[in-house]
């Protein structure tokens, strides 16, 4: 198959064989980043291949740029990719999937509803949305100062923290109830920030998979980055579990368009958004369940940790003081934060790391066991779009 792959497309496949020692295990990050590093938005260059010979074991390595997939692309693309190579070993052709709407199709009817005024709805909501600043010291560490001080992606520093596997499925079985996996990730964030920067209402960034937005759409089929990050007011909580997680509901759930609207009215340069914010420099991003399936599922794959690189440059600057990113996998919540030592100091990260944890595990413990009968079961829309079959 490698000598197949590797006469069918010399122009886009690279051959790399590793020693007996480099293919033991898995493939170096040397070599992955090698692949990665030839990406290349001014070239063109948006998805690289690699075969790499390791002897006894072989692997293909797939590398796209983020412009071109996300997360939900790229399961997608793997059942396309296994339904090929299985038909492919039973002499039989291959059939690709059509997409019901492209990216590029997505772009122009968004563009299209912000410009026929469809989202002028939610002007003044964002217009309010990023408009808090907190004021004591340590909030201001994380919110004043151009986003030329965030550092560079060379100094990047991540802390690591989450939940076992026990705690992360009781999380599912019962987030549900609450309005899905994202609200209790909010809602422990938005303690977090009371405890440690003693303020409440902050503004984040929130990012997720911008899947909706626009109900008449279908993308459950479409390739691409279809991001949405918007300006999100994090909720002023009571202190009880219960009541927390439900005013965060509501708070998420107050959210306009799925967030779509709001990249969409600024590009759009509709009136009353000159007064938009630029979006707060903490960012939360769910990746969603990237739980085992079939040998080609992602979360398969993303067990191995050369898969779902994000490769920056070292000198490019960092578009956030503080990211906070999360995904569920079988052996638990995975939460990072990563930040520039250059622009926040690691004292008060380790802190809200250390104080999120014990959040996020009271929230969990708060959930119930099961959800209600009443929950709605497209609530969790990223766990839902994660585990695509």
Do not use: M
Not at 131 to 155: I, T
Not at 278 to 301: A, C, F, M, Q, T
Not at 308 to 328: C, K, Q, T, V
Request: glycine residues 10%; aromatic residues 6%.
């Amino acid at each position: 198959v490698g000598a197949e792959l590797a006469g069918a497309s010399q122009n886009t496949l690279d051959w790399l064989e590793l020693s007996r020692e480099e293919a033991a295990d898995a493939p170096p990050a040397s070599l992955l980043a090698k692949v990665q590093s030839q990406l290349s938005l001014s070239a063109g260059r948006l998805f690289r291949a690699a075969w790499i010979d390791g002897g006894d074991r072989q692997w293909l390595y797939l590398a796209a740029h983020h412009l071109a997939v996300d997360a939900v692309s790229w399961q997608l693309l793997l059942e396309e990719i296994d339904g090929a190579y299985q038909s492919l070993a039973r002499d039989q052709a291959s059939v690709c999937n059509e997409e019901a709407v492209s990216v590029g199709q997505w772009g122009a009817i968004v563009q299209a509803a912000a410009e026929s005024g469809r989202f002028d709805h939610a002007i003044g909501y964002w217009q309010d949305a990023a408009a808090a600043r907190g004021s004591g010291p340590a909030a201001l560490e994380l919110y004043q100062g151009a986003p030329e001080n965030n550092g560079v992606e060379g100094s990047l520093v991540r802390l690591l923290t989450g939940l076992d596997a026990e705690r992360t499925e009781h999380l599912h079985r019962g987030a549900s109830s609450v309005g899905g996996v994202e609200v209790v990730l909010l809602a422990a964030l938005a303690a977090t920030f009371a405890d440690v920067l003693k303020t409440q209402g902050l503004p984040i960034t929130l990012e997720t998979h911008g899947r909706r937005g626009l109900p008449e759409v279908d993308l459950a089929t479409t390739i691409g980055w279809l991001t949405a990050a918007f300006p999100f007011p994090l909720p002023v909580l009571g202190g009880e579990p219960g009541h927390d997680l439900r005013l965060t509901e509501a708070a998420r759930n107050a959210v306009p368009d799925g967030g779509i609207s709001y990249g969409a009215l600024r590009e759009a340069g509709r009136s009353g958004t000159e007064a938009f914010a630029d979006l707060p420099p903490v960012i939360l991003n769910y990746l969603g369940r990237l739980e085992p399936g079939g040998e080609l599922s992602i979360g398969k794959l993303c067990a191995a940790e050369s898969c779902l690189l994000e490769a920056r440059p070292n000198e490019a600057p960092r578009p956030y003081r503080l990211e906070i990113g999360a995904e569920s996998r079988a052996e638990g919540l995975s939460v990072s934060f990563s930040y520039s030592p250059d622009s926040v100091s690691s004292s008060l990260v380790e802190q809200l790391a250390e104080t999120y944890q014990r959040h996020l595990q009271r929230y969990v413990a708060a959930l119930a066991a099961e959800p209600a009968d009443t929950a709605d079961a497209l609530a969790d829309l990223d766990d839902l779009l994660a585990e695509l079959e």
